[in-house]
């Protein structure tokens, strides 16, 4: 099975523009799940989504927001960019229930100039 | 409040030398716990897991972790340690698409 991919893999953004981070889950996962790493907060969980509905959310403003397609690929969209955004976004996809791992794809680096 | 706390940022240990990762957490209920490895560049990659049962638990590469309920640890061991073991471990608590990692552990391996 082909493993969970992230495009793109670099983005280079000014602040006040606005991003959008993709993800393909392994197939047969419904569950899709994103998270910041800085090398300052660490890993940090922004939100969950299982089949197109969002689950889970961690503690982060309104300016990141996500969705999953019924294909159950899911898109993140950061607005209003700040330096601070600067980070490796992961996502991860499962099947979706609690005991289920959770299975990471390589990542996307933002930069904010 | 849940959390998970690595208290070692940068261990250095040598080639054939074992190894022990320290970790503790706070979680109300039963916690899922896992160790989750991650080389420069690259995403996270899970080496095991403990959900119930045996507190010892196998993992991939050689590595085993000790659940031990009334310390709230899970501490990451290998006997003995190869240069490819450099990178940086996570440990995390967790169920279901919701994971609280720690700040993790640098590992660095001299020959």
């Known amino acids: 099975k082909a493993g969970v991919t992230q495009t793109p893999r670099y983005l280079i953004k000014t602040r006040g523009q606005q991003v959008t981070l993709s993800c393909s889950p392994i197939s047969g996962h419904r569950s899709v799940s994103w998270y910041q790493q800085t090398p300052g907060q660490g890993l940090q969980f922004l939100f969950e989504?299982?089949?197109?509905?969002?689950?889970n959310k961690g503690n982060f403003p309104g300016r990141f927001s996500g969705r999953q397609f019924s294909n159950s690929r899911s898109e993140m969209n950061v607005s209003t960019l700040e330096l601070g955004d600067s980070a490796l976004y992961l996502c991860?996809?499962?099947?979706?229930?609690?005991?289920?791992?959770?299975?990471f794809g390589p990542g996307t680096r933002l930069t904010v100039l | 409040a849940q959390s998970v706390t690595q208290p070692d940022i940068h261990i250095t240990v040598s080639e054939g030398a074992s190894l022990e990762l320290r970790c503790n957490y706070s979680y109300g209920a039963t916690p899922y716990l896992f160790w989750y490895v991650q080389s420069p560049g690259q995403g996270l990659q899970l080496l095991l897991k403990?959900?119930?049962?045996?507190?010892l638990v196998q993992g991939i590469k050689g590595f085993e972790a000790e659940f031990k309920r009334s310390q709230s640890s899970f501490n990451l061991r290998k006997p003995s340690v190869h240069w490819s073991d450099a990178a940086e471990y996570f440990c995390?608590?967790?169920?279901?698409?919701?994971?609280?990692f720690g700040q993790g552990t640098e590992l660095s391996v001299k020959p």
């Open positions: 995390a608590v967790g169920k279901g698409g919701k994971l609280i």
């Open positions: 989504y299982f089949s197109e509905t969002q689950r």
């Open positions: 403990y959900f119930s049962g045996d507190t």
């Open positions: 991860a996809s499962s099947l979706g229930s609690d005991s289920d791992t959770q299975y």
